[in-house]
T-cell receptor, first 114, second 115 residues
């Protein structure tokens, strides 16, 4: 089966611009997660979708971040307007169920805000 | 809410030597424990997991980990490392939160295996 795909792999934008990251989970995986890793720190939870619904968005930093998963398939994470501190690697993961289910990760989207 | 602490940010070791990567966690509820590995330019891959039962779990590539409930630890070990084990390793804890199950990760440990 195809893995989790993320696009773009790397994005360089200027402060104040908008960026949209996309994640295509494994087909049939209802659970989709976004994580972020900043400057070698921990991989921090952002939010969790179950199908098209936001199950938990407690990790979203502020209202400049908007995540969607229309139709319960792929997901987008938009940052508008981007700030310097938003730089980092954004990981997407998916799983069939939750709880003890293993997360399958994409390779990540590296965002650099100048 | 749960938390994860990986005590070592970098671990250099010679090839064929044993290695232990340390992980401690805290949680007020039962947890599932995982170790993931990330090779350069790749996503995280599962090494092993503890869900229940035997506290010693074996994973891929000769790695194993032991769940110690009293110490709230889940240290990762390998008796003899290879150059190809050079990567970053992440400990992760899944627990039931008000919003459902949530998995959080430690800051990672970079393992450098030297010839």
């Amino acid at each position: 089966e195809a893995g989790v795909t993320q696009f773009p792999s790397h994005s360089v934008i200027e402060k104040g611009q908008t960026v949209t990251l996309r994640c295509d989970p494994i087909s049939g995986h209802d659970n989709l997660y976004w994580y972020r890793r900043v400057m070698g720190k921990e991989i921090k939870f952002l939010l969790h979708f179950v199908k098209e619904s936001k199950q938990d968005e407690s990790g979203m930093p502020n209202n400049r971040f908007l995540a969607e998963r229309t139709g319960g398939t792929y997901s987008t994470l938009k940052v508008q307007p981007a700030e310097l501190e938003d730089s980092g690697v954004y990981f997407c993961a998916s799983s069939r169920g939750s709880g003890a289910n293993v997360l399958t990760f994409g390779a990540g989207s590296r965002l650099t805000v100048l | 809410a749960q938390s994860v602490t990986q005590l070592d940010s970098q671990v250099p070791v010679f090839e064929e030597a044993p290695v232990e990567l340390r992980c401690n966690y805290s949680s007020s509820v039962s947890v599932y424990l995982f170790w993931y590995v990330q090779y350069p330019n790749q996503g995280l891959q599962l090494l092993l997991k503890y869900l229940s039962g035997s506290t010693l779990v074996k994973g891929i590539n000769g790695f194993e980990a032991e769940f110690n409930k009293s110490q709230t630890s889940f240290h990762l070990r390998k008796p003899s490392v290879h150059i190809s084990d050079t990567a970053e390793y992440f400990c992760a804890v899944t627990a039931l939160n008000p919003g459902g199950f949530k998995t959080i990760f430690g800051a990672g440990t970079r393992l450098f295996v030297k010839a």
